[in-house]
């Protein structure tokens, strides 16, 4: 009997096809988060403080060390964490615990020393004369990620198709530094291109014109694992012995490069890191964290609901926070396992149609949200907690100097010295009884530099003793905002430099114009309004680490905020009479200084929101149905480990959540 006859074949004989499509492997290509075929990493360095501190103190790996901030710990290397260590103890407890422990303080700055951020062995009693610095961290992990993007981008080249795929342009394609020490990489594209190399019949022939159809099914009946992948389980209805797909096929191309990027931090860097690899990045940043320090674990399509069974959903990308919180008391339970047993029907009828079926997807692994390359920073700020109080303005200046050497070092990093970007606008915040804060421009025919800080500062601090009430001062910081980017977007270095009257008069307004004026009576009406919306205000904040016992202040730096409105949306700048540059907003046609473009795109931006948000209620209370809860509230926090990446704005790929 012949198979090519289909009357007599039989079910053994029939030619099998994967349960994969052409469309879906073409997906795969693009990058689209629709196709359950993408392979998406999260490298996570493992303890990443502390290894800064061994690598700069050329320790063994096993030498116990913690990394303290004052008395807290915050970060405790994989040796120490036998011992009991943890961020949650203090450094004398710690010592206690291990008395071999290495206790090694952060960097910091110091009153009266200059601008140079040092390791100090008295740092940590001296918390009223010296501020932290987070630099050192900061330039190892951009050498970090600049060996992750040279690796990548040899797998792109390496590949025929991949060099569309660069990771290392200006802002990496496919690669989102989700914090100091994680990243994700949508890996999708250069599998594509590394698997169509392997598997010549995957590329698409003319009978294959039907892209829905089955793609051929893999040619092996084993998948080669690396021993060091480690496997989730897979779930009770599936044999490891069961052939493989191309989903199997795809994480196992993905694993290798993710195993070739870790080795090249390594070799390159001695930094070990943990990575997940899974179809989507709330399954793929779970599995980083499952088998720390140093190991990678794949996440197969056929593994995810008995993975996703065994954890709280509280540990879920999005669920860390309020949104979490309510989700438990409404359903009284936090196991993803128990709410995998309550239909959709029945958790539409405690939530809104939207979070209950979000909730539904996400905890059966189903996460569409894009691997988003960064913006980039838009504001840098040093700040500075007094206890006691400040009393003098030759206390006050000592730290200026400090704050405008740490800024300006960050600024040296975001690329100043080559023009690529520079601050327009300078803002003091000082706390007395009340907060305040002064801002001015920063003189477009003036370098950047810390001097220039520095005296912008003072010339801050002035205005605010000339109001009075400046002491006693518990509170001082300076921030930078309103970046311009220079040559990187095709403008003339010069485009920094104005020339002649253009100069001169910004530098003019350069001054301050009414050196009586209240702080925000200088800034735009619109400014206030959102300063002063709490409603809003909840979308731009960014919880703190909340599993650490430090309460600190020290060189905060504000995440990028969201991109509003596109430039395309504005006028062209015209100029006025005073030479200030304005512009005619797009939006709402209001004259507006370009140095002030980015606080109304802002308040544009806020004011989508707080429509969007009231629209949302609107549509809530038409659709209201009976709920347990008598709070209303909605779910943005992203609160992940530690408290980290809370930014409220939902990402792309994603919808805003709201309870009923
Ligand atoms: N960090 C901090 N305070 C916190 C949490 C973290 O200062 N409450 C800093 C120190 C950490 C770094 O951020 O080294 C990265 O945070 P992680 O949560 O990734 O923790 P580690 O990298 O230290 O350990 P792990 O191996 O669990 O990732
Ligand atoms: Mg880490």
């Not at 590949?159 to 569309?164: H, R």
Request: proline residues 7%; hydrophobic residues 35%.
């Amino acid at each position: 009997m012949s198979s090519e006859d289909p009357l007599n074949a039989s079910p053994n004989d029939a030619v099998k096809r994967s349960r994969y499509t052409h469309r879906q492997l073409h997906l795969l290509r693009q990058g689209s988060t629709a196709t359950p075929l993408r392979a998406i990493a999260h490298i996570d360095l493992d303890a990443f403080y502390a290894q800064c501190e061994m690598v700069r103190l050329g320790l063994p790996r096993d030498t116990p060390l913690a990394v303290r901030q004052w008395e807290s710990l915050i970060a405790v290397n994989y040796a120490a964490r036998p011992f009991g260590i943890t961020r949650m103890i203090t450094a004398a407890e710690a010592r206690k615990a291990c008395p071999n422990i290495v206790l090694q303080h952060v960097a910091t700055f110091r009153e009266g020393e200059g601008g140079r951020w040092a390791y100090r062995d008295d740092s940590f009693k001296n918390i009223k004369t010296d501020k932290v610095s987070l630099d050192p961290y900061r330039a190892e992990s951009r050498k970090i990620l600049k060996t992750i993007k040279d690796e990548l981008d040899r797998w792109c080249t390496n590949e025929p198709d991949g060099e569309a795929h660069c990771f290392t342009q200006g802002l990496s394609a496919g690669l989102e530094k989700a914090s100091i020490d994680e990243v994700f990489i949508d890996l999708s594209p250069l599998v594509y291109s590394v698997l169509l190399q392997r598997y010549p019949e995957l590329r698409p022939s003319l009978q294959d014109e039907n892209r829905d159809a089955g793609l051929p099914p893999p040619p092996t009946t084993a998948v080669p694992w690396d021993p060091e992948d480690f496997l989730v389980e897979l779930d009770l209805h599936e044999r490891e012995e069961d052939d493989p797909d191309w989903d199997d096929m795809v994480m196992l191309v993905g694993a290798e490069i993710v195993r070739a990027v870790r080795r090249a931090v390594w070799d390159e860097l001695k930094y070990t890191c943990s990575a997940g690899l899974a179809r989507n990045k709330m399954l793929a940043k779970l599995g980083s964290a499952c088998n720390k320090p140093d190991k990678q674990t794949v996440v197969r399509n056929r593994a995810v609901q008995h993975f996703l069974g065994g954890y709280k959903f509280t540990q879920i990308r999005m669920l860390g926070g309020k949104l979490g919180d309510q989700i438990t008391s409404l359903f009284g339970t936090e196991q993803v396992s128990d709410l995998l047993s309550v239909p959709l029907e029945q958790l539409r009828t405690k939530l809104d149609d939207h979070t209950a079926s979000w909730l539904y997807g996400i905890i059966r692994g189903d996460d569409r949200s894009e691997v988003n390359p960064r913006t980039q920073i838009k504001s840098m700020l040093s700040a500075k907690s007094f206890r006691p109080s400040i009393n003098s303005v030759g206390q006050a200046e000592k730290w200026l100097r400090i704050f405008a050497a740490d800024i300006y070092g960050r600024l040296v990093e975001d690329g100043v010295l080559e023009n690529r970007r520079r601050p327009r606008v300078i803002t003091l915040h000082h706390r007395t009884a009340q907060s305040r804060s002064r801002q001015i421009p920063i003189p477009a025919s003036n370098a950047v530099d810390e001097n220039l800080l520095f005296e912008l500062a003072k010339t801050l601090m002035r205005q605010v003793i000339t109001d009075g009430q400046a002491w006693p001062c518990s509170n001082l910081s300076l921030s930078v905002s309103s970046f311009e980017e220079g040559v990187s977007k095709n403008k003339a270095i010069e485009g920094f430099l104005l020339r002649g009257d253009q100069a001169k008069s910004l530098s003019h307004g350069s001054r301050p114009r009414d050196p009586n004026a209240a702080a925000s009576e200088q800034l735009p009406p619109e400014k206030k309004r959102k300063t002063d919306d709490n409603g809003i205000k909840r979308f731009f904040a960014q919880p703190p680490h909340t599993d650490s016992p430090v309460v600190d202040e020290e060189s905060a730096q504000p995440q990028p905020d969201p991109d509003p409105i596109s430039a395309a949306q504005r006028s062209p700048p015209e100029v006025h009479g005073s030479a200030m540059p304005y512009y005619t907003c797009g939006r709402c046609s209001r004259s507006i200084a370009e140095l002030e473009s980015e606080e109304h795109d802002d308040w544009h931006f806020a004011k989508d929101l707080e429509l969007q948000e009231r629209q949302e209620a609107r549509d809530v209370q038409h659709q209201s149905r009976p709920t347990n809860s008598s709070s209303s509230s909605r779910g943005t926090g992203t609160r992940g480990r530690g408290g980290r990446g809370g930014r409220g704005k939902p990402e792309r790929g994603q919808m805003r959540l709201a309870f009923q």
